[in-house]
């Protein structure tokens, strides 16, 4: 069986990638992360984590899943910052990364050109559907997109919907099961 995670680093050992992973809330992008980083650390391979300030949920200091699994982390404001901070690492991880700017395609592609491999977690779609802050383009020049499902709360099928449950039209509106339901393509287009 071949793991895709691993493809890229066995094909050429010195040469940077960058693997994205995506779905709706709760598919479990943040615990895939951190398996992918555990995997890492125990091949001695160097590990620094961000995510954007705008995530305010749980801890500032840590990437923390629903199922409460959790990894040490930088919050930064922009994505440059991640290249102000970047210190040699083996591999550079980026959560919640729907929430940062269009430059996080050029931050990826320079690390990736030094070597790193770069894995990018994050919401591929907003509530309405949308494709969401600079996750499509970082999918576009990745090598490895894997796409991820939640459960679908009200049917058991595969969800790619993150349906907001309570009123607003923002873009941004950090939260959990109070104010948002995965729900496959029927259940999210029943209202
Ligand atoms: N409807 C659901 N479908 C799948 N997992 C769910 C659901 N509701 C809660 N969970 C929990 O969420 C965990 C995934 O959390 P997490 O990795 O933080 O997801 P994401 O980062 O994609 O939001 C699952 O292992 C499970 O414990
Ligand atoms: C769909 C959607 C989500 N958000 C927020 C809600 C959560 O705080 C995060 C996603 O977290 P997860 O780790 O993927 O569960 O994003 C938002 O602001 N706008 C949206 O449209
Ligand atoms: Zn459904």
């Known amino acids: 069986m071949v793991f895709t995670e691993d ?4 094909k050429n050992e010195t040469g940077g990638s960058v693997e994205v992973i995506c ?4 598919s479990g992008k943040t615990e895939e992360l951190i398996r992918r980083l555990n995997r890492a650390r125990i091949a001695r391979l160097s590990v620094q984590i961000f995510k954007p300030k705008t995530d305010t949920r749980y801890d500032e200091n840590a990437i923390v899943s629903h199922s409460a699994l959790s990894f040490p982390c930088v919050a930064i404001d922009n994505s440059a910052s991640i290249l102000l901070f970047y210190n040699g690492e083996h591999v550079v991880a980026i959560d919640e990364a729907q929430f940062f700017d269009a430059d996080l395609v050029e931050v990826c ?7 790193v491999r770069v894995i990018v977690a994050g919401l591929d779609m907003d509530f309405k559907g949308r494709p969401f802050g600079p996750m499509p383009a970082v999918m576009a020049i990745a090598e490895s997109v894997t796409k991820l499902h939640a459960v679908c709360v009200r049917c058991g099928n595969p969800a790619l919907y993150s349906y ?5 039209e923002d873009k941004i509106l950090l939260g959990e099961t109070e104010s948002y339901e995965p729900r496959c393509r029927n259940c999210y287009n029943i209202v």
């Open 7 to 10: 493809i890229f680093k066995r």
């Open 23 to 26: 779905g709706s809330m709760f």
């Open 109 to 115: 592609n320079t690390l990736a050109a030094k070597g």
């Open 164 to 168: 907001r449950i309570v009123p607003g």
